[in-house]
């Protein structure tokens, strides 16, 4: 187990952040998406910037790097969050790299894609939030059944050897 305590709590610690990331990578995308019907890619991300959770913030300013070093790579766009598991990131960004490279010709059929790949995500992490939910629930019903079932164990073995203790000190025969 000590050989690998650190694998072990780094898979533990990306798989919390994938879940908290499932939860807001929606909300940031349709902000996004709102602010794409009057801007471009590059300024949409610039101002969702500052309204972005702590979490994504990292990832957004490296994003934005990436696209002024070299804004026709399509890499630039689809490195976004490539070390976790967020399910179809890669296809969001993708799209924000077509509306980015094709300006605002078909932007609003691709904004629409866009915002139902959004709803698709937010039922993702709705359903992932329930989950925690009901688990945080079951966690508050286990443990004091958990400590009720100790204590029982404890008292009842305790009863047994002292009522052990006192048949053996029984005299029989007169």
């Not at 629409?112 to 925690?132: C, F, N, P, T, W």
Request: glycine share 6%; with cysteine.
């Amino acid at each position: 187990f000590l050989l690998f305590q650190d694998r072990i709590g780094y898979r533990l610690a990306k798989e919390s952040v994938e879940r908290e990331l499932m939860i807001e990578f929606p909300n940031w995308l349709m902000d996004l998406s709102l602010l794409l019907q009057n801007n471009n890619v590059y300024v949409s991300l610039q101002k969702s910037y500052e309204h972005a959770k702590e979490l994504l913030k990292p990832e957004i300013r490296s994003l934005l790097l990436r696209i002024e070093n070299r804004p026709q790579d399509v890499r630039s766009y689809t490195a976004f969050f490539e070390k976790f598991d967020i399910h179809e990131a890669g296809s969001c960004m993708q799209m924000l790299y077509a509306l980015s490279a094709t300006g605002n010709g078909d932007g609003q059929a691709q904004i629409k894609s866009l915002v139902e790949s959004i709803y698709k995500m937010r039922e993702d992490a709705q359903h992932l939030y329930g989950e925690r939910t009901t688990m945080r629930a079951g966690v508050n019903f286990f443990y004091p059944m958990a400590a009720a079932c100790v204590k029982m164990t404890v008292d009842m073995t305790f009863g047994m050897v002292t009522m052990i203790a006192m048949l053996g000190s029984l005299r029989m025969g007169g």
